[in-house]
């Protein structure tokens, strides 16, 4: 359990008592815990906290920043660790706090159609727990990411073309804020006038303005009838104009998901699956009987116009879940292109008019890096993601690869696009930040100074300074 | 032109003639023109500001924004006027920049299904506009309100249940700040994790935060098929299960709204109609042919086992036309039961498996009252309307009105719901905001203190101090 690299907990012998009697053995400061809650799923460097609390309520919680909050000491909010850019690094050190410990699940409300749960409770555990409702919580990240954390990086993934976001779906948040007050966020109706949309602005602030610990969110009814389909194309462009045209015409579908040559290959050898090596994509149509075949229809004519004629369907749940599960190895099966290599991905949304040319240009220029790469993207929002397979040793590789993101991410801005659809700012997009919003930013670093005067709360994310 | 009670104006000949270099005429101290700024349609008192400035341009408004700030002016943004919590009083004076002028229709973008405004477009006005583009804005409050106002208050009305409300509808704002520094919220991507949600905290802010100049909006396909029907019930309390029930069922409806016996009754009398004076709902489904039939066949067996067996459709564009605008005339109609009074409206939304139970017994409530009171509502949201026709002069009545509204606004937050659906909170809901959000109101105050330090921006509004 030793890590020599690791210096000692920079935490007073002191501080660490007074959290020993809210937490007991709760508290931990043994190296591999630390340097396991240092580190997300992406490429940036891992920086371990100081300590690591495993909380079991928003009382403790409270308990906890108040405590930080006197001694100045960073506060790390921790889910499943999950992230992609940096998120919980303990840059300044400090204290995680970590939530998966939190994970009841308070209240279910069918008839509300809604639920509330601690903020550890993960998404594959709640649907497990609602499957007998007839309810389900559609967003869908890929990892099993825990809801708290879901919502504080406004995460997405490929259901949200149909039910939104974790913008849509959350319907109110209690939180632990920089002084350790404890505030809900909204009640339970399903709309409001009352007052600043506090929801949204906590929503994706990255554990910067407060620390999520329970989340009411909202549930859809299972789809009375669900179809899958898998469609090769001729080429990138003829897949991309597929989706457009899709999104255009209306169809509601609940997922439309892009897959290039070199991902289906990828998937292909670690999912042992046949599928036909090229630009492919992953539909899903969710409604009644009659009407997922009128979807399938009206999207099978259009991809038609564009070459796509090899229709392959899932109706199945377990073709199904074959499928998807390929769709949500991608990243796993890209990385093993290249034994040993690290994933950098990247995270663009443009608006869906530019979505062929972004991802063709993207395409080109892929041509002078020199590691595996792999497109995949949740094409109906316009929002698509490039891995990278980096060995994590080569310097040159890295820059290149850094050099490359640096151009996509300016190619979606001067699109009217954003840095990043659903992966978040974190460590990694900073600077980006402000070359797509300006000076907004600065109101955003007003509202962070006002609500975290002391700049406690995940330090060194989202905003400068 | 003369308004004797109005005192002159309190603004400076130095201030009026800076403004008047940036405005030209556009700038009025004419007390009738003051007196009309500081009127909305609620029973709030009026509260006329000290000067009118008709802007053009965000520049305009910047350059007012900044000359009111450097003398510590209050500056209240005025769309149209039709806001319902006093949002537009000139409480501590001031200047009112009316944003009607500012009537551009900038851009829109079919392939994208966005469209980007100046403020001061209506909602009629938009969707005349987009007719032949096959898409249309589907936010309707009632009045032909402006985009900017509907942004600044979060409206809704009856197809938010189906298209969700100006939260979900708004993808960006151009925003003066309370410096005169201009910001944009977002860029144009349909989702994005980059910071916090300005574009949110905009929304709903009711001119506190920022002045809301220009608005990028969501575009929604115009339905392939539309129908709507009318449907009376027994009882107020069949009506509402019927919409429980439906909502619950996960049908798509479009509008699902409740208007009571004695509003049916107004409506008749106001528009020359003979629906059945019963409770009644009133339906839209939109869809593909086939879907819309499907959605209405299932409504219908749902009404059926409710009591509601006459169904009476309208599928001509004409009819459906007479029927909407009979139910948004529904207040005109009810003011009309008595002649010469005022009418007040509540607005509480709850979670919809209490809906029938706050209908209930806020109808048992109102039996206590002495005016005429009327009943309609966004039920499928869980939002419903008490409109009280006061008479102005009798204190008496008024009191016992603000009294029924207080128990209302009670029983509607004891049920986890919230003192205003739509309207907000203006003048006239300061109190409740700290009854349903408790120390959050700090959180928003804390906001507010960052973004506008010196207070100038709609003065009095939302929450208190």
């Known amino acids: 359990m030793n890590a020599p690299s690791l210096p000692p907990t920079a935490l007073s012998n002191d501080l660490l008592s007074q959290m020993r009697e809210i937490l007991g053995e709760r508290l931990s400061t043994a190296p591999a815990v630390r340097e396991q809650h240092g580190r997300d799923e992406s490429y940036h460097l891992p920086a371990p906290p100081d300590a690591v609390a495993f909380a079991r309520s928003t009382e403790e919680v409270a308990a ?26 303990a840059v300044k050190g400090g204290l995680c706090i970590d939530v998966s410990q939190m994970d009841a699940i308070l209240e279910v409300r069918p008839e509300d159609m809604d639920v509330t749960v601690q903020a550890g409770v993960t998404r594959k ?11 389900f919580f559609p967003i869908d990240p890929g990892a099993d ?40 966020t909204a009640r ?18 990255e554990g910067t303005l407060g620390i999520i610990t329970e989340v009411t969110l909202k549930l859809h009814g299972i789809p009375e009838a669900i179809t899958a389909a898998t469609c090769p194309f001729p080429s990138l462009e003829d897949a991309v104009n597929t989706v457009i045209a899709t999104i255009q015409a209306g169809i509601p579908v ?20 046949d599928y036909p090596e090229q630009p492919t994509l992953f539909f899903e149509f969710h409604g009644t009987a009659q009407g997922v075949e009128e979807q399938a229809v009206m999207a099978q004519s259009i991809a038609e116009d564009f070459g796509g004629t090899a229709f392959s369907w899932a109706s199945k749940a377990e073709d199904r879940s074959r499928m998807w599960q390929a769709r949500h190895d991608a990243l796993y099966a890209s990385l093993a292109l290249r034994p040993g290599s690290k994933g950098m991905s990247t995270d ?118």
Chains 1, 2 share one sequence.
Not at 254 to 273: F, P, W
Request: charge should be neutral; hydrophobic fraction near 45%; aromatic fraction near 4%.
């Open 188 to 205: 339970r109706a399903r709309k409001s006038a009352a007052g600043y949309d506090l929801t949204r602005l906590f929503v994706g602030s």
């Open 348 to 465: 663009v949304c443009v608006p869906i008019s530019r979505l062929a040319q972004c991802i063709l240009e993207t395409r080109e220029d892929l041509k002078d890096v020199p590691v595996p790469a792999a497109i995949v993207g949740h094409v109906g929002d316009g929002n698509f993601h490039v891995a990278l397979m980096v060995d994590p040793e080569n310097k040159a590789e890295i820059e290149a690869v850094k050099a490359f993101s640096h151009r996509l991410t300016q190619r979606a801005i001067a699109m009217d696009g954003t840095c990043t659809g659903e992966h978040g700012i974190g460590l990694g997009k900073m600077e980006y930040l402000r070359e797509e919003l300006g000076e907004a930013v600065d109101v955003m670093r007003a509202v962070k100074a006002a609500l975290d005067p002391k700049g406690i709360l995940n330090p060194g994310k989202v905003i400068e300074g």
């Open 254 to 273: 609940a997922r439309i998901e892009l897959l290039d040559e070199v991902t289906v290959g990828a998937v292909n050898r670690y999912s042992k699956l």
């Open 64 to 89: 906890l920043v108040k405590l930080c909050a006197a001694h100045d000491v960073p506060v790390i909010p921790f889910g499943t660790g999950t992230s992609l850019e940096g998120h919980i690094a």
């Open 125 to 135: 555990r709640l649907n497990d727990f609602l499957r007998d409702t007839g309810l």
């Open 145 to 184: 990411a825990s809801i708290g954390g879901m919502a504080a990086t406004r995460a997405s993934g490929t259901n949200a073309v149909r039910y939104g976001t974790m913008r849509e779906n959350v319907l109110g948040l209690t939180v632990v804020l920089a002084d350790g007050r404890i505030i809900r």
